[in-house]
């Protein structure tokens, strides 16, 4: 069995219910079959605890793939598959008012990290009835670009993450689980035809 790690984040600003998570719990309801063991976590909007969190998944757990969802408070209807995750320019305050030293993730780390995940295909092939995907290559200098980031380094690449939009009457959270299953299925197709 692969284990796949999924997280969502929990409260910031006016978003008491974070839709990354209660969709991550939507879709760990509806699992991805038999072959995939799906873990799922909430990550604080805290830079140095989202951080800590995303080593100790990929130290002690080494998941075949680990996907963020966090939600992107200024999309609408919009579902986000985020290609890279940034270095530098972290200067946003967290949710305790701290942003990182030198407003870097990794010190000595390279400027980008790309996900071994090809966005730009998964985007191509997937569709989602009632809401639609793009393709980015600017997750948004706050804790989802930073937490991506840490998770390509420690995890060799083998992370995704996808912006979700703000929970609504249309967007709710099966609606999000339901498409964040479609894409991740597709996703998982992906990383097994990357291994033949």
Known sequence: NHLSF???????????VNSSWE???ELSKRG???????????????????KEQVCKIWTTLQPLLTVHV???SSSTALIILEQCGKNKGYQERDACGFHPEGA???????????????MKTLWKNVS??????IFSRDAGRYIC???????LYYGNGRAAFIHVPPLSELVTAEF?????????????????????
């Open 6 to 16: 999924f997280s969502g984040f929990g409260p910031f600003r006016q978003f008491l």
């Open 23 to 25: 969709a991550v719990k």
């Open 32 to 50: 991805l079959g038999e072959n995939i063991d799906l873990r799922i976590m909430q990550l604080p909007v805290v830079y140095q605890k989202a």
């Open 70 to 72: 966090g939600l992107a």
């Open 104 to 118: 870097c993730c990794v010190l000595d780390g390279p400027e980008k990290i790309e996900s071994a995940i090809n």
């Open 128 to 133: 989602v009835e009632g809401i639609d995907i």
């Open 145 to 151: 670009d930073y937490t991506y980031y840490t998770s």
């Open 176 to 196: 999000l689980g339901k498409a964040l299953q479609t894409i991740i299925l597709a996703m998982l197709e992906q990383c097994g035809e990357q291994k033949k």
